[in-house]
């Protein structure tokens, strides 16, 4: 329903934008060129799975990616809800099926049916769309994150904006390459980003997994130094995780300062991967012979 991209589209066919910019929309900021901590973590499978990615057509975003996305307007840019996200209405029919549409002499209901969504489908161009019960979880966890006053200090803070890119040029053994990042909120004069995910589970053991898991500390490694490069003075980053579902917990987490630490450095090793493989042309899948360890608790 609808086109809307998120970050999983990677086509990147606008120059590098310079420095920090808070006019610069999602579409505008995806397209332009600049390495991403989702470039990052493909780099750490291989400079194959890196190339591959960077030259893929960009893929239609899942109902889960709307859901996070609606979320995040609603939280850091409640203005633009009617700009940018289309409700499906809950009186609407159901999306007529591969054989319907196939069908040669529909029902009379079904002509109906297909006339509305394919009306439906035009307006929804450009949009982000979601079910009215994703509208309704959007709005309990944007509820629940305001209740913490903690976030709530911080999203005050006179220095706090929405939704800021950040590009920097880092030179990588005599190559420059872009690096940028899109923060949910800057806050705190540029010392605190804050970001917010939408999770199944918000306690410590089970977002700790989904941490590790989806890459988040890469994340926070390359907001940081990209920032900090482009003379942000980014001390933290904080994030917000909210669950889905009722009661929807909200919890806070920051990577302590060792794993920052390593994650700075995982982060400067690909970057110099990438650097030979800009100087070369060359972006080679893993090769070699690696050893495997059993676990410890195989006997």
Not at 241 to 255: R, W
Not at 267 to 284: D, I, N, T, Y
Request: hydrophobic share 40%; with cysteine.
């Amino acid at each position: 329903m609808g086109n809307y991209k998120t970050d999983n589209s990677s086509k990147q066919d606008l120059p590098a934008f310079a420095g920090v910019q808070e006019a610069i929309d999602a579409t505008q900021y995806h397209r332009s060129m600049g390495l991403t901590k989702s470039g990052l973590l493909m780099l750490r499978k291989s400079p194959a799975h890196f190339w591959n990615w960077l030259n893929s057509e960009p893929t239609e975003s899942t109902p889960a990616m709307n859901l996070g996305t609606a979320t995040h307007t609603l939280l850091f840019e409640p203005h633009k809800w009617d700009k940018e996200i289309l409700v499906v209405p809950e009186d609407a029919p159901k999306k007529p099926t591969a054989a319907q549409l196939k069908s040669e002499k529909p029902k009379p209901e079904t002509v109906a049916q297909i006339k509305w969504w394919q009306e439906f489908e035009k307006r929804a161009e450009g949009y982000c769309v979601i079910t009215a019960e994703q509208a309704e979880q959007a709005k309990g966890m944007v509820n629940a994150v305001l209740s913490v006053d903690e976030i709530v200090q911080l999203m005050r803070h006179p220095s706090a904006k929405a939704e800021v890119s950040i590009m920097a040029k880092e030179r990588i053994d005599g190559m420059d390459i872009d690096c940028k990042m899109r923060c949910d909120m800057l806050t705190e004069d540029g010392r605190t980003i804050l970001d917010l995910k939408t999770c199944e589970d918000a306690s410590y053991d089970e977002f700790s997994r989904s941490f590790m898991s989806n890459g988040y500390w890469m994340q926070a490694a390359h907001y940081i130094a990209t920032a900090r490069k482009a003379g942000v003075p980014v001390e933290r980053f904080v994030f917000i995780a909210a669950e889905k579902h009722q009661p929807h917990i909200v919890s806070m987490y920051v990577l302590d300062d060792k794993s920052l630490e390593r994650a700075f450095a995982i982060r400067e090793r690909l970057l110099r991967v990438l650097a030979q493989c800009m100087a070369s042309g060359k972006f080679p899948a893993n090769n070699g012979i690696s050893p495997l360890t059993m676990p410890f608790y195989i006997n």
